[in-house]
């Protein structure tokens, strides 16, 4: 027991648009406990922090109890590293401006630091994977929503607001479909996420009937980019086709932000990179195929070599080291 009071540890909590996972984290980077609820259960943010105190609590006391906590890192979806505010998420139930690390430090009685949870995931990338020695590099998370964390000169960019690098929301499709959160049209997110890969499954299907599809013996509400990735597997035309098509998109995109930062590096990670080279080749062609000659074949387009949850986490627990 006395060696675990002389030991220092971090809480890491990220918050996704459908799960938010968390976890303790020692200076090792070693996730010793981990956990998770949902994100949208409840619709005032105090009783999602309860039910996160609940679980985190016997956690805390497994490792020698709040004495030997340094604080509380979050990454979070429109999180304001300046203010500790999470700002009109378009993923979360709770709206307008919520001022969670006040929130969290008062609940636990530790300084709590706030990001971007792509941003989190980021610094996750840069401490413990595939990007510790680079510099300049963009990661990109395809999960219910795209996030992205930019790193230029080995910091993250949150510009003069904290909201910079929100690559999930250019518009890549002017005058596109629909993104039913923000209300924008054709944006990145509207196609190239979990939930814009299903919507082009229902476009595609609906838009060719005739055409046999194993996807058709799944109703609506069944459909999601996983059943889209199994039918593909099984050689389906269509479903082939529907990561054909967000792969173009997706690889269009990183051929503006490649132009715009010149990364040594994009790291995709999150439920939809699942897929595979399913959604990799088409990506890195359409890349390529966008890119001015002196940026051509200079850009290592890699999946994440961290499970997603351990970056988001071990990149929030990174906030509260310094």
Not at 209 to 237: F, H, M, Q, W
């Amino acid at each position: 027991m006395e060696k675990l009071k002389s030991e220092k540890y971090a809480i890491g909590i990220d918050i996704g648009g459908t799960t938010t996972k968390f976890g303790i984290v020692n200076t090792k980077g070693e996730i010793l406990e981990q956990d998770r609820i949902p994100s949208n259960e409840h619709d005032a943010v105090e009783n999602f922090i309860e039910d996160l105190y609940q679980k985190l609590h016997p956690m805390i006391n497994k490792v020698g109890g709040i004495i030997n906590f340094v604080g509380i890192g979050v990454g979070a979806p429109n999180g304001n590293i300046y203010t500790g505010t999470i700002d009109y998420a378009p993923n979360l139930k709770w709206k307008g401006i919520i001022p969670i690390a006040n929130i969290l430090e008062q609940k636990f009685n530790l300084k709590t630091k706030l990001t971007n949870d792509a941003n989190a995931a980021a610094m996750g990338e840069m401490q413990y994977g595939a990007c510790k020695n680079m510099k300049h590099f963009i990661t990109i998370t395809l999960g219910t929503g795209v996030g992205s964390g930019i790193v230029i000169d080995g910091k993250i960019v949150v510009g003069h607001d904290g909201f910079a690098g929100e690559l999930g929301h250019t518009v890549i499709r002017p005058g596109g479909r629909m993104h039913k959160s923000t209300g924008m049209a054709g944006s990145l997110e509207a196609y190239a996420s979990a939930t814009g890969v299903r919507e082009t499954a229902i476009e595609f299907l609906t838009k060719h009937p005739e055409e046999p599809s194993l996807l058709r013996k799944y109703t609506i509400n069944e459909l999601t980019s996983e059943t889209v990735y199994e039918c593909a597997i099984k050689g389906d035309n269509i479903a082939n086709n529907i990561f054909q098509f967000t792969g173009q998109i997706l690889g269009e995109s990183l051929a503006n932000f490649v132009m715009f930062s010149s990364p040594e590096a994009i790291v995709l990670f999150g439920g939809l990179t699942k897929a595979g080279n399913l959604l990799l080749n088409p990506t890195k062609k359409h890349m390529e195929l966008n890119l001015l000659p002196i940026f051509q074949n200079k850009v290592k387009l890699i999946f994440s070599e961290l499970q997603e949850s351990d970056a988001a986490i071990l990149g929030a627990s990174a906030l509260v080291w310094e």
